[in-house]
């Protein structure tokens, strides 16, 4: 069945006015024609912690010179404490047991409402039924390490193993120069003396590399992820975006978790916008779709779109100009979002042309329009409200805000 939107994104080169798409879904009964939209494949968030999602930000000695400091002072934090009523960390790092898998989901529908299909989970490695778990795609197939200063102190390998154990053939994801002192700006020669200066390297952050340094990432084809949120409440720095420009890094753009980041992708997409006008709103685009499947290895359904896709993502038309509309909408302005054929959000009147099970949907009224989400979200913030014994509210969640 057939999708038509006024505007339709196939990629950063190629958009089409009232055009169609097939949406490859059997549970589209009719075509669809949805006035005053914009079509897009749906956006890949590069960098976040699903289990650190909480509100508000930690951070109350900021800024810092780097965020190793940080780490441990936001374990003191009340937001940190008052997260570890939910789940307190045990040492195993098994995600998949017990009420830990409450704030996972708190981290997927953070993603979800803001239109991403795909999230790059920064942890250790889990079981496979981790992955299996969510509605959206978590990416599974990568090797990590959480940082070249702290090592692997939340579990895994070192740093050269666990970029051994990649084989060159999924992405080695690590933190990266992520502070301005002498240990975050040695950073990179240790990266590079290691031998892990390679295209399938994602570096997080990369906050104090020097312009000679990001020319050599961009000749390796390493990729880079900018936080600009959490870069700049925690340190009051981001790394020299138009230096990755000039030497064309492959850029991509990651929230961060809400501990120290913004609220959503979409908040995100805004907010480095404003931070760097030179930025261009195509770029920006790039950075949370072609740029982020390229880096995170997603198969050719992500990160564009053909003229039959699995997946989809409609927001309002608030500008002409696609890609500056991108900047500009919030969770509400999202009509419809689609994931393998399944969709998991956006206006409740849209999800009538679907043949789908209304017991596996949370319906809820905004301002403006009545809005259908899949799964039940609100029954994981009711399970938290009765852990805690008073109402938590977490303004990423749309029926939240």
Known sequence: MQ???????????????????????????????????????????SHDHLIGNWIPRAGKNRHYKTTDVWVEEMKTSASYLERNKIWKHDGSWDLTKGRVKLLAHLGIYKNIFSG???????????????????????????????????????????????????????PFILHLAEGIDEAAKQDF?????????????????GISLKKEEIRKCAEAGTSICICPGSNMFLIGKTIDV?????????????????????????QEIKYISELFPKLTSKEIYKMCTENAAKALFLPPTFGKLNQETPHLLVTR???????????KIKHNDIKLLVYNGLPLWGDKKLLASFEIEISNYYFFPTKTTEKFIYGHPEKTTQEIDEILRYHKKFPFLAYHA
């Open 116 to 170: 991403c299909i795909a999230v790059q989970d920064h942890e250790p490695k889990q079981k496979h039924e981790y992955y299996q778990s969510f509605p959206i795609k978590v990416i599974e197939k990568y090797t990590q390490c959480h940082s070249l200063s702290l090592g692997n102190w939340w579990g895994g390998k070192s740093a050269k193993e666990e970029w051994l154990d990649s084989r060159g053939e999924m």
């Open 189 to 205: 020669k240790k990266l590079e003396a290691e031998g892990l200066l390679q295209p399938n390297t994602l570096i997080i952050h």
């Open 3 to 45: 999708i038509k939107c006024d505007i339709t994104v196939f990629s950063s080169d190629k958009i089409r006015q009232n055009t169609t798409v097939n949406l490859q879904s059997k549970l589209l009964k009719k075509n669809l024609d949805i006035a005053e939209s914009i079509s897009y494949p749906p956006l890949i968030n």
């Open 242 to 266: 138009d230096t990755c420009q000039k030497y064309g890094v492959n850029l991509v753009l990651g929230t961060d978790s809400t501990m120290s980041g913004n609220l959503n992708l979409l």
């Open 317 to 327: 038309k608030l500008h002409e100009d696609p890609f500056k509309n991108l900047t």
